[in-house]
Structures are given as structure tokens and as C-alpha cells.
């Protein structure tokens, strides 16, 4: 299974932008997939997870301005920010629980390999 993500770049602050990441390869379900960043000199964190069933959680820090999305038969999780903040600047990565098999009980997680988000003050 690979995680394709794609539609960062460069925004000024107040600005929007887009990401999408699909999921492709031997894939039977994907369960819960989601959003991290990770900014320079800080830990990965966590931005908004979506379940199967399109229940959405945020992170404080972006709670209102973000939303997290997922289209279920192109296997396509998006995320839409608005109003940017320099303090948003970041790799985005996505992750996704997949089971590639109908006799696979558990999901296994994989990661997309991350776009990158500047958002300039």
C-alpha cells in the first residue's frame, strides 16, 4: 500500500490551502486515516484524524480553520486549511489503517511520505 500526498507550497498568512492524499495498491479497507505535521525542531503531531464512518476530531491549534474530508471510493483523504498562520508551517503527512485482506483482522498502518507547507507572515 502507498500514500500519495500532493498540494502543499508556499502561502501567505491568512491564505488557504488544500492537501489530498490516496491511497492505492492491494487495498480491501481503509479504516481511519489521517492528518499529522510535523514542524521544524518539533515532534510530529496530530491535526485531525476521519473515521470510516466520517467522524472528525482537530487539534486545538486548528480547530475552525481546518477540515478533514475523505471520499471513500478514491480511497482520498483531503484537508482544507484556511486562514494559514505562520505557526502552520510544516510537513504534512497522512496515515491510513488498511486491511488488504478480507481475513485480515487488523489494520496496519501506513504513511505517506509527506508534502511540505510554508505559510509566510
Known amino acids: 500500500v502507498q500514500l500519495q500526498a500532493s498540494g502543499g507550497g508556499l502561502v501567505q498568512a491568512g491564505g488557504s490551502l488544500g492537501l489530498s492524499c490516496t491511497a492505492s495498491?492491494?487495498?480491501?479497507?481503509?479504516?481511519?486515516m489521517e492528518w499529522y505535521r510535523q514542524a521544524p525542531g518539533k515532534e510530529r503531531e496530530l491535526v485531525a484524524p476521519?473515521?470510516?464512518?466520517?467522524?472528525?476530531k482537530y487539534a486545538d491549534s486548528v480547530k475552525g480553520r481546518f477540515t478533514i474530508s475523505r471520499d471513500n471510493a478514491l480511497n482520498t483523504v483531503f484537508l482544507q486549511m484556511n486562514s494559514l498562520k505562520p505557526e502552520d508551517t510544516a510537513v504534512y503527512y497522512c496515515?491510513?489503517?488498511?486491511?488488504?485482506?478480507?481475513?485480515?483482522?487488523?489494520?496496519?498502518?501506513?504513511w505517506g511520505k509527506g508534502t511540505l507547507v510554508t505559510v509566510s507572515s
Open positions: 496515515k491510513a489503517y488498511v486491511r488488504q485482506a478480507a481475513i485480515d483482522y487488523i489494520a496496519e498502518e501506513y
Open positions: 495498491g492491494r487495498i480491501f479497507e481503509i479504516r481511519t
Open positions: 476521519i473515521s470510516s464512518d466520517y467522524i472528525t
